[in-house]
Each structure stands twice: as structure tokens, then as C-alpha cells.
């Protein structure tokens, strides 16, 4: 073979090694993590809701720094003040309370109450979605018809029973929305763990001995977390709105507790001369559900492998 030839299948081969060189660390699991953050970046949905979820808490952990006046503390001379008024940048209510310091106060319980009653959702629902998923037959069969029991009753009058048996408290609240928020959860996870229990990589931990549990721990919870993750942020948007419904009612927060539920229900009795009463913590709550669910749904386009955009 000639020089030329010689060389340049020497430096095809060069090329190729140097592209085999470039190509296999990006095969690794670094550059899959620094692709699925580009990803991430790209998303519209998760910038804004990340941007609208980090006000939210740094309203609700900063709240004694942010709130320019107490937000309990009755000020009857400057009560329905308009907004922009004597120093009021919202307004105050009708006991003369500053109504920016209530609102940002009230993040707090609604960002307390979603990540408690979502975390016991999550908790609730993920061990009897395996269990039913995993085990199937009678234990399916009773997961199954407790979740569809659950499903028929109304979420929210459900949730109005047992806090009126109860009594309205924040403690009775987390256990009403925590015992009707799991069946969603139940249910995804079971379809989770039925549809990974047919894989070849469980029959071949099964065949090495693993255990039960360290099947479920170490296999089926890990793959199962994105979808678990995704539901659990779309269902913090549900338990924020359904924390502000019972506290209209009465039966959430209890005043002088700021909770943008009450505020909502005080200015209802105000609402043609007074309108920021409820406008503001209804703007709040508006904002915080729209974050909640662009952040759900850029999760969820992130996550699943069939609906990443690219």
C-alpha cells in the first residue's frame, strides 16, 4: 500500500479514536445528569414555577423580616384603609390589620400545610400502592376497593366531615387532608409496581435471592420516584386549595391566625367597598397554584422519558 493511503487510513483512524474518546464519557452518567439539567433549563414551565415557588418560600421562612407590621395586631383607627394609604402598601381590613404582613404570613401555614399533608400522601400512598402492586391477589384486592371507596366519596366534604368531628385545628386539618389526598397517590404507585414487576431485572434479583424488601427498596421505589415526585407537586397545588376552602369555611386555621382562606372569608362581607380584602390573598393563592402545576407539568415533561422535548 502507498504512503498516501497509508496516511490517510492513519488519520481516519485517529479521528475515529478521538470521536470514541469525545462520545464515551458523554455516555456516562455525568453528562446524562448535565444533559437533563440543560433540559431542565430549557423548560419554560419549571423556570417560572421554580421562580414563583421561590418567592413563595422565601416569603414563608423570611416572614418575620418581610412583614413590615404584626400581622395579628388590631389597629381600629387605620382600619379599611385603601391601598398605598397612610403606609399601607396593600391596605389594612377592618380591624385595622396590615394586609401585605398577612399575606405574607399566611404563606406560611398554606406552604406548611401542603408539604405536611403531601408528605403523609406520599407516605400513605406509596406503601399500599407496593404493597397491592407488589404482593397482588387478596392484598390487591382490599388496597383496590379501600382506594375506590375513597374515590367516591367528595374530597372536599369528606375532608369537612372529619375535621367538624374532630374540631377546627391545624392538627385536625393535616388529618383530614392527609386521609383523603392518598388514594391518587395509591394508585399511581400501583400501577407503577405492576408494571415493573414483569422486568427481567427483578426475576434476576429474585433468582440472586434478594429479598422482598430490598427488591422493593433497592428496584421498584427508585424507578418509581419520578412519577411520585411529579404527583406529589400537582397535589400540593390540590391541598393549598382545599386548605383555603376549609379555612373560608371555618373549619381550617382558626383566627387571628392569617390564613388566606379566613382573609378571603373576613372580606367577603366587604367586598364592594372594600375589594383588596379578598383580592390580594386571592391573587396569593392564584399565583401559588399556577406555580405549583407549570412546575408539575415541566417535571413531568423532564421525567418521563416519552414526553421530553427536545
Known amino acids: 500500500m502507498d504512503r498516501p493511503a497509508e496516511a490517510l487510513i492513519e488519520g481516519t483512524a485517529r479521528r475515529r479514536l478521538a470521536q470514541e474518546q469525545t462520545i464515551a464519557p458523554a455516555a456516562g452518567p455525568r453528562a446524562a445528569r448535565r444533559l437533563w439539567w440543560r433540559r431542565v433549563r430549557r423548560n419554560r414551565n419549571i423556570m417560572i414555577g421554580v421562580l414563583l415557588m421561590s418567592l413563595l418560600a422565601t416569603a414563608a421562612i423570611a416572614a418575620p423580616w418581610l412583614a413590615p407590621r404584626d400581622p395579628i395586631r388590631n389597629d381600629l383607627a387605620n382600619a379599611l384603609r385603601p391601598p398605598r394609604a397612610s403606609g399601607f402598601l396593600l391596605g389594612t381590613d377592618n380591624l385595622g390589620r396590615d394586609i401585605l404582613s398577612r399575606v405574607i404570613w399566611g404563606s406560611r401555614i398554606s ?59 391545624m392538627f385536625n386539618l393535616f388529618i383530614a387532608l392527609g386521609m383523603v389526598g392518598w388514594p391518587a397517590m395509591c394508585r399511581l404507585v400501583r400501577a407503577q409496581t405492576l408494571s415493573l414487576c414483569g422486568k427481567d431485572f427483578l ?82 393563592i392564584f399565583f401559588t397554584v399556577v406555580g405549583l402545576n407549570l412546575l408539575g407539568d415541566g417535571l413531568r415533561d423532564a421525567l418521563d422519558p416519552r414526553l421530553r422535548r427536545r
Do not use: K
Open 111 to 169: 406552604l406548611t400545610v401542603g408539604i405536611v399533608v403531601q408528605s403523609m400522601a406520599i407516605a400513605i400512598g406509596t406503601l399500599l400502592g407496593v404493597f397491592a402492586g407488589f404482593y397482588g391477589g387478596w392484598a390487591d384486592d382490599v388496597v383496590s376497593g379501600l382506594t375506590n371507596v375513597m374515590f367516591a366519596l367528595p374530597r372536599l366534604l369528606f375532608a369537612m366531615a372529619i375535621v367538624a368531628a374532630l374540631g377546627p385545628n
Open 203 to 284: 426475576e434476576g434479583a429474585r433468582a440472586i435471592g434478594a429479598t422482598d424488601l430490598r427488591i422493593i427498596a433497592r428496584h421498584i421505589l427508585p424507578n418509581a420516584l419520578s412519577p411520585i415526585i411529579v404527583m406529589g407537586t400537582l397535589g400540593m397545588a390540590h391541598t393549598i386549595l382545599a386548605e383555603a376552602s376549609l379555612s373560608f369555611l371555618g373549619l381550617g386555621v382558626q383566627p387571628p391566625t392569617p390564613s388566606w382562606g379566613t382573609m378571603m372569608s373576613r372580606g367577603q362581607l366587604y367586598i364592594w367597598h372594600a375589594p383588596w380584602l379578598m383580592l390580594f390573598p386571592g391573587l396569593a
